[in-house]
């Protein structure tokens, strides 16, 4: 019964499976600054720095240079490179790189599947100087247009299969150079074989220096909200990266961790290269379509002890049931994290019965470079917040001039400006980047609220706030009721416009295995409903759907329900899924 479901899981530091990087909170944070812990990354003599010889080069002079650096799970195959490996094949890469004169600033794209080359090229473009990008692998040509002719790359790695879409609008980007194909091929006019280029090229290569403050990377967002933004990242992220690998995912040098994001988007650069790499950890990376089975076999047969993964990955899981989990051994596992969508109360209590472990959840965005917001192993979790502030981060609630509200008043969640991995520019778009910035505070776009303990708790992204008879409703509390229900899977919530409410709350919902749509099952949800929240927050309108709409990451797309169901223009679908 939803009941008995714990509201706070309380921790002891000395009661845990492992005794945690942080160990106290508050201490760290009064204690806390960047400049202590710049030793924990290294800098060149001259005061620069590379966050790919922070990731990778670094541990060549230490016992880790034979450390296996990724396992990676392909259909039908697996691979183990050390750090030894990727740091002399992103030697390589950067060989065959600075050959076609790619130099500082440039930007190189990357458009593969999670195999090693994508990780390779990854460093080995940092390694040049250039700024790396990387493309989800499911894009089709449009979404890869308009990404490769916003940022004017210059070069774009990809594969055998992909290489088509690149093809197709190859003709309309002028200032595409070159296409590095992977894999055995013969390069036509324009193009570069992979295999061919690194076998020829030097295992030695001179990284260059830059400061801290140089792009390294760009990223576009998830496309949620609407058009993706092309966000501008440092080298010096990466101190917030390690830091926050350390005491928020809790690595430690025996662990294997397993970050399930691609590294299309942020959390697989942040978390599934960088900050793990600087922490010299190894890492399982699966290239496979995902299947709850295979899932609990790879952390079976890996013994994966720190499981950093998303809210969508979880409901997955638990639509297929828990008969499948109980067939693997998941006690190797010891931390759980997840990001990127608001965590539902309901996966943390799954979470506890299925695998003995709460999820941790946290927050933060393309633009912020790193998580900002999070629970610590250390730290009582409070089951549906986010947790709170990074020490070194200040967050706070705003309204709209930029001013604090009170303590359990919902606004704005805003953060003081100036943290190491802030995005430093939204690409050929200064006027968006401007626009984050009011009143001191850098704002998010999500609304939350804080709580007497310093806890955030997330409501909904700005454009999803639903206003009904006066209320504000946030779409997370609906949804996260919503699939307490035993027949939901999935739902996603919008405000529909009435003239008696202003809007009223509209939910699509899909269902768990075995369950059938029907109108008793509507009234059924909607009495559930009644029961768990106030009156003018439950959803006067149900509607059931195979699937809810979502980006490729997993996000549901309110936008996408809401434009639906009002038969407006849908906007920027470069990052559904099919
Ligand atoms: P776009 O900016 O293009 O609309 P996006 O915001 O989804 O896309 P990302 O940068 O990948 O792009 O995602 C960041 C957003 O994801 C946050 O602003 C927030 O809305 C959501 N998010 C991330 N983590 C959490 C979390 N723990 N709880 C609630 N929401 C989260
Ligand atoms: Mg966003």
Known sequence: MAEQHPKVIKKEVGRLKKMPNLKDYKFARKEFSYDVHKDEIEFFVDGKMNAAYVAVDRHLKTPLKKRVALHIIDEGSTKHPTFEDIAMLSNRFANVLAKQGVKKGDRVFIFLPRIEELYVSFLGILKTGAIASTLFAAFGPDALFDRLNDSGAKIVVTDLTLKERVDKVRGRLPELQKVIVTGDYVPEEGELSYNQEMWS???????????????????????TTGRPKGVVHTHYDIIHQHLTTKWILDLQPDDIYWCTADPGWVTGIAYGILGPFSNGITSIVDARRFSAEKWYKVINDYKVTVWYTA?????MMMKEGADIARKYDLSSLRHLASVGEPLNPEAIWWGLEHIGLAFHDNWWQTETGGILIANYPC??????????????????IVDDRGNEVPVKTEGNLAIRPGWPSMMVEIWNNKEKYD???????????????MDEDGYFWFVGRADDVIKTAGHRVGPFEVESALVEHP???EAGVIGKPDDMYGEIIKAFISLKKGHKPSDDLKADIKNFIKTKLAGHAYPKEIEFRDTLPKTRSGKIMRRVLKAQELGLPIGDLSTMED
């Open 435 to 449: 626009s984050y910035f009011k009143g001191g505070w850098y704002i998010s776009g999500d609304r939350a609220w």
């Open 201 to 223: 090229a030097s295992k030695d290569f001179e990284i260059v220096h830059m400061e801290p403050e140089d792009r390294a990377y760009m990223l576009y967002t998830s496309g």
């Open 379 to 396: 730290m009582d979790v409070k089951v549906g917040s986010m947790g709170k502030p990074f020490p070194g981060i200040t967050a706070g």
């Open 487 to 489: 027949a939901v899977a």
């Open 311 to 315: 809210p969508t990955a979880i409901r």
